[in-house]
């Protein structure tokens, strides 16, 4: 199993409201991330989980919140979005050797 | 800091011609490289690898070597088909204390037309 499973695909959300991301694996990774993807551009690093705690915060606003329930899930947490923050967002997973294995993406769409 | 410089694109090309993509990193050792391909719609998928100068990633008719004295790690394939349309990225990173940490290129658009 080399997948990373990411839901929903697609979320359309309100400046009020509150979502979650998810995001799964069962290659035993150690180490999760969360990326924002903005079109035509490359990623960029939101936060790095490691042995399930957080171990790089990239100055990210606090309306997104990680968590990491396991070693083989992790969640974004999102609440009062504003329509800048529409973007696909990418969740990836490590092994020791540092290659990321990237999800599928949810694309978020913020009203 | 390190870097990742990748050839700006678009590229277009004609279904059996030659690509290469220009990649070149700075960095204040030797990182992993990486190239990563990302069709439309989807996440990035790992294309190649290499973690030491000299190796040589391939995959899928792409290769890509690993040149210390250059910094570069340029990716080519001899003969490109219409479904390689994709954007490319370069990265480069991912050991030690910087596990997880790529540094990505700025992507390049390939379009193949049969």
């Known amino acids: 199993d080399t997948e990373v499973t990411q839901t929903p695909k697609h979320l359309v959300m309100g400046m009020t409201n509150k979502k979650s991301l998810k995001c799964e694996q069962h290659m035993g990774h150690r180490a999760m991330y969360w990326y924002k993807q903005k079109a035509k551009k490359p990623p960029e690093l939101m936060f790095v989980?490691?042995?399930?705690?957080?171990?790089i915060n990239e100055s990210v606003p606090s309306r997104f919140s990680p968590e990491c329930p396991n070693s083989s899930l992790l969640n974004l947490h999102l609440h009062a979005l504003q329509p800048e923050d529409s973007a696909l967002y990418l969740c990836?997973?490590?092994?020791?050797?540092?290659?990321?294995?990237f999800g599928e993406g949810s694309r978020l769409t913020v009203l | 800091g390190d870097s990742v410089t990748q050839m700006e694109g678009p590229v277009t090309l004609s279904e059996e011609a030659f690509l290469t993509i220009n990649c070149t990193y700075t960095?204040?050792?030797?990182?992993?490289l990486f190239w990563y391909v990302q069709y439309p719609g989807e996440g990035l998928q790992l294309l190649l690898k290499a973690t030491k100068a000299d190796d040589k990633g391939s995959n899928k008719g792409f290769e890509a070597t690993y040149r210390k004295e250059t910094t570069s790690f340029h990716l080519e394939k001899g003969s490109v088909q219409v479904s390689d349309s994709a954007v490319y990225f370069c990265a480069g990173g991912g050991r030690g204390s910087t596990l997880g940490r790529l540094y990505f290129g700025r992507g390049t658009q390939l379009t193949v037309w049969p």
């Open positions: 960095a204040t050792g030797y990182p992993s």
């Open positions: 989980y490691s042995y399930e705690k957080l171990s």
């Open positions: 990836a997973s490590a092994p020791y050797t540092g290659e990321l294995f």
